[in-house]
């Protein structure tokens, strides 16, 4: 009688093993920064994380939830509005306040997708962009937090600026770290492959009884809530806030930017995206409109060539995965009885790797 294959299920790959050992090493070395690094590093670290942030909630709402939003600067500002509200006026540390921001605007996204959830997709998109309007039209006018000009966050007066700057990159440096964590294990969960059917055919997805408004409605406002921690982290580095910079549609087309760069729909896009954003604003941002062409000259090529994005293209042809989601079936080479090996070398390597949808513990 012969014996039929084993296989294990497995989801973690080598690639994976290391980076999340190398990992580890670069958050210690990382949070270590204050103690021997110069502030100006610090200062930069928090710029990009809070760039990164942004973009990898982004990556979740349109690259895993399928709605494309060019508005989402207007919870990013809301969060850092609300961060210096607490902290000028009520009198709240503005590091509490960071959280309570975030969670602000996550509530506010709430009455806010009644309205964007009305239009789909461009329509969608650009109804986003009008509502981010509305919020910067609406806090240009209330002369308490400055009006068109803005105001200074004077809560952190009387925090010495050394001080200020490491809490501030701590901070920072542990929103990345929660922010990659809580999107893959989301991504790993049950509701992760929900939202990855919707993605592709919402209408299959709701036929297989998967609740598609709940679903994008959570994602939405998991994203806004993201975007706002982004924001109000933002704004304690930077101690001053306006309109113009908290809404700006800056924040939507660079988080695009590094998301289509890195590969949309993989985490470990943004990720890619933020350190060649990161490497382009230092060595190139001098050279003014010449920088934003190169950009965009750059997103058009990765576009043409890279529809996948670079990350997406390397994981194409060579398989690396850092952040792997799906269980594979891999094939023991041991379990294969002697008698039903071929007797010849065949095309075919012996640890075939069989990729298939597991269902999740």
């Known amino acids: 009688m012969t014996a039929l294959p084993s296989f294990d299920v497995v989801r973690n790959t080598a690639a994976s093993r290391l980076a999340a050992w190398l990992a580890v090493a670069l958050v210690a070395v990382a949070a270590s920064l204050p103690f021997w690094g110069e502030s100006?590093?610090?200062r930069e670290f928090v710029e990009i994380a809070c760039y990164f942030i942004f973009a990898m909630m982004w990556n979740l709402l349109a690259g895993y939830g399928g709605m494309v939003s060019i508005g989402q600067q207007a919870f990013f500002g809301f969060g850092g509005y609300v961060m210096l509200i607490l902290g000028n006026f009520a009198g709240l540390n503005p590091f509490i306040a960071i959280p309570i921001g975030a969670l602000a605007a996550g509530l506010?996204?709430?009455?806010?997708?009644?309205?964007?959830?009305r239009l789909s997709g461009g329509y969608f998109a650009i109804g986003t962009w009008v509502i981010a309007e509305v919020f910067r039209l609406s806090f240009a006018n209330v002369s308490a937090v400055g009006g068109g000009s803005g105001t200074t966050l004077t809560a952190l007066r009387g925090i010495e600026r050394a001080?200020?700057?490491?809490v501030t990159y701590w901070m920072a440096l542990?929103?990345?770290?929660?922010?990659?964590?809580?999107?893959?294990?989301?991504l790993r969960s049950k509701r992760g492959l929900a939202l990855l059917a919707i993605r592709d055919n919402e209408v299959a997805a709701e036929s297989q009884g998967i609740p598609v408004a709940r679903m994008k409605l959570a994602v939405y406002?998991?994203?806004?809530?993201?975007?706002?921690?982004?924001?109000?982290?933002?704004?304690?580095?930077?101690?001053?806030?306006?309109?113009?910079?908290?809404?700006?549609?800056?924040?939507?087309?660079?988080?695009?930017?590094?998301?289509?760069?890195?590969?949309?729909?993989?985490?470990?896009?943004?990720?890619?995206?933020?350190?060649?954003?990161?490497?382009?604003?230092?060595?190139?941002?001098?050279?003014?409109?010449?920088?934003?062409?190169?950009?965009?000259?750059?997103?058009?090529?990765?576009?043409?060539?890279?529809k996948q994005g670079l990350w997406g293209f390397?994981?194409?042809r060579w398989g690396w995965s850092l952040f792997p989601k799906q269980r594979r079936l891999v094939l023991r080479d041991a379990a294969m009885p002697k008698r039903a090996m071929p007797a010849a070398p065949s095309s075919h390597a012996s640890n075939l790797e069989f990729h298939a949808h597991a269902k999740h513990q």
Request: overall charge neutral; proline content about 3%.
């Open 314 to 316: 390397a994981q194409q």
């Open 108 to 117: 506010i996204a709430v009455p806010v997708s009644f309205v964007a959830f």
């Open 40 to 42: 100006s590093w610090m």
């Open 174 to 186: 542990a929103c990345v770290v929660a922010a990659v964590a809580l999107v893959y294990l989301f």
């Open 221 to 306: 406002v998991v994203a806004a809530f993201g975007a706002g921690l982004a924001g109000a982290l933002y704004f304690v580095g930077n101690l001053r806030i306006s309109p113009d910079a908290a809404f700006s549609v800056n924040w939507t087309a660079f988080a695009i930017f590094m998301v289509v760069i890195g590969g949309i729909g993989r985490i470990e896009g943004p990720i890619v995206g933020a350190v060649i954003f990161w490497a382009l604003n230092k060595f190139l941002s001098d050279y003014g409109t010449w920088y934003l062409l190169g950009l965009g000259l750059l997103a058009i090529v990765t576009t043409i060539f890279f």
């Open 163 to 166: 001080t200020r700057e490491s």
